[in-house]
């Protein structure tokens, strides 16, 4: 079964619009941990903003902010203001704890394009 | 800064070869990861490494096998190539047990299987 769930193969957004992108999960552990990375052109996985599943409040790493709906089980990634190089690769990923032994699940990715 | 090198960006092989890729770490990190990539399906695990000499398979391990015989390299080993491995492989590595570190990659290698 699927357990993190990205719906849009691609978007295109205009340049210093906002962007959601959407990530919806699924786990029965209580303890987890939500993450997404940024994979430009060049390959790498860039890790871009952490939210776990007791934290308070939402993570916002400059401008990227987790929009967190733990009983909605959706973890949305937000950009403020965004710029060409944001064009990338998307992928949200889980992780579950205890087990699982560090392992993360990842999404199927969205491709962001920002247009100038 | 914490650096993930891998041996080759871009391997080209013949179906039936045996396929190294190689993937080295410079912070002492305890676990190490090789996940494949392919279009509309993410990244999947293959293998992990939480210790030296210790591996565990992954989501995708049938066709591979890896080696960790220093904390700061891990191999991951196609025996006998074969075309439906023609993908991207990504390595990764993260410090210890907190489930809130995360993954540190490496460029990723693209190899062709022809």
């Known amino acids: 079964a699927q357990k993190i769930t990205q719906t849009q193969p691609g978007m295109f957004v205009q340049e210093k619009e906002a962007v959601t992108l959407d990530c919806t999960y699924d786990?029965?552990?209580?303890?987890?941990?939500l993450f997404w990375y940024k994979q430009p052109s060049s390959g790498e996985m860039i890790f871009l903003i952490y939210?776990?599943?007791?934290?308070?409040q939402n993570a916002t790493e400059g401008r990227y902010s987790l929009n967190f709906q733990k009983a909605r089980k959706s973890a949305n990634l937000v950009i403020s203001a965004s710029q060409l190089g944001d064009s990338a690769m998307y992928f949200c990923?889980?992780?579950?704890?205890?087990?699982?032994?560090?392992?993360?699940?990842f999404g199927q990715g969205t491709r962001l394009t920002i247009n100038p | 800064d914490v650096k993930v090198t891998q041996s080759s960006r871009y391997l080209v092989k013949r179906t039936g070869e045996k396929v190294f890729l190689e993937c080295v770490q410079d912070?002492?990190?305890?676990?190490m990861f090789w996940y494949r990539q392919d279009p509309g399906l993410g990244l999947r695990l293959i293998y992990f490494?939480?210790?030296?000499?210790?591996?565990e398979k992954g989501d995708i391990p049938e066709g591979y096998s890896v080696s960790r015989e220093k904390k700061e390299r891990f191999s991951l080993i196609l025996e006998s190539a074969s075309t439906n491995q023609t993908s991207m492989y990504l390595c990764?590595?993260?410090?210890?047990?907190?489930?809130?570190?995360?993954?540190?990659f490496g460029p990723g290698t693209r190899l062709l299987v022809l």
């Open positions: 990923a889980m992780r579950e704890a205890p087990r699982g032994a560090q392992k993360l699940v």
């Open positions: 786990t029965s552990d209580p303890s987890y941990g």
């Open positions: 912070m002492d990190h305890e676990n």
């Open positions: 490494s939480y210790d030296v000499k210790m591996k």
């Open positions: 939210q776990g599943s007791y934290d308070q």
């Open positions: 990764a590595s993260s410090l210890g047990q907190r489930y809130q570190e995360t993954q540190y």
